[in-house]
């Protein structure tokens, strides 16, 4: 069971094999759970899942972009899966990830950091309540990693993110709830606020089989 408010930001911790990923993929609406129920957004998800997709953006450790279109044609592209094309809010776009001057150049030609920076901007080209991110760390070097934070800074106000991550500094540093999975299970969910950081570490360690000093 996990209930979590709208706004917030859920970090997501846990050994290989825990069902991170199982469980943003449920919530991402690609994989349907065996059993139970599921209300997102305060939409039931299985009864209603087209009307959540429009309302949903993913950021994964795959920039899941096309490589021989431009950063422009990509977020075309997105934009019109979901109804239409808005030119003023893919310019807004291209200049919140601060790849307006890049606009026309193939993405193949992007760094990794910028491919990151532009898959922000393709999750938001619905302007989704829910931004679901999986591992979007990996690959990133130290600067392109602190970019990326800023840009997550920058859109979180009326938006509810839940982030996978194994890197327990900087996804405990962001969250306003921590998660720790096991084996498909809840090991602990809190606020961060109510948690005391010494402890939820040395569980964290614990579970994932780590000694604690």
């Known amino acids: ?3 979590l408010p709208v706004g917030s930001f859920l970090s997501i911790f846990g050994p290989n094999g825990a069902g991170k ?7 991402a609406l690609l994989s349907r759970p065996t059993r139970g129920s599921l209300s997102i957004l305060g939409v039931d998800a299985l009864e209603e899942p087209d009307e959540l997709r429009r309302r949903i953006g993913l950021i994964s450790h795959r920039p899941m972009l096309y490589g021989d279109l431009t950063a422009r044609e990509n977020l075309e592209f997105f934009a ?4 239409g094309v808005d030119s003023a809010r893919i310019d807004e776009l291209l200049s919140l990830v601060e790849l307006d001057h890049r606009r026309s150049d193939p993405v193949r030609t992007y760094s990794r950091g910028m491919q990151q920076r532009l898959s922000i ?3 938001l080209v619905n302007d989704p309540d829910l931004v679901l991110l999986d591992e979007p760390y990996s690959g990133l070097d130290p600067h392109a990693a602190e970019l990326f934070d800023a ?3 920058r859109v979180r106000d009326g938006r509810t993110f839940v982030m996978v991550s194994h890197d327990l500094d900087r996804g405990y ?3 306003t709830h921590a998660l720790i999975m096991a084996r498909g299970q809840v090991v602990v969910c809190a606020e961060r606020a ?7 570490r040395d569980l964290y360690l614990a579970t994932v089989g780590v000694g604690v000093a």
Do not use: K, P, W
Request: hydrophobic share 55%; aromatic share 6%; charged share 20%.
């Open 1 to 3: 069971d996990l209930s």
């Open 151 to 153: 840009l997550i800074a």
């Open 173 to 175: 540093a962001m969250c």
């Open 80 to 83: 019109s899966l979901y109804g």
């Open 121 to 123: 901007a393709r999750a």
């Open 194 to 200: 109510a948690v005391d950081e010494r402890a939820f």
């Open 21 to 27: 990923t199982t469980l943003l993929r449920m919530l």
